[in-house]
């Protein structure tokens, strides 16, 4: 991803979640996805489909089940 393309992106979610702290990061060696944190914390990956000529991106975050433990 271009740096123009992540800022964008990075925008887009700090306003559509209302955190200025998401941080979108290149990923060295990469160019079709990036790194998204949480202050210093790793939260997901954002990945490019570029299919039928229509550009979108693909946001992915895991939830580990221990994760959940505070939230019974």
Do not use: T, W
């Amino acid at each position: 991803m271009q740096h123009s393309e992540i800022i964008k992106v990075q925008k887009f979610l700090q306003h559509k979640f209302g955190n200025s702290a998401l941080d979108v990061r290149p990923r060295p060696k990469q160019d079709d996805s990036c790194e998204v944190y949480l202050g210093e914390e790793f939260i997901g990956m954002i990945y490019i489909d570029d299919e039928d000529g229509d550009r979108s991106y693909m946001f992915q975050m895991a939830i580990l089940d221990i994760d959940l433990e505070d939230f019974a």
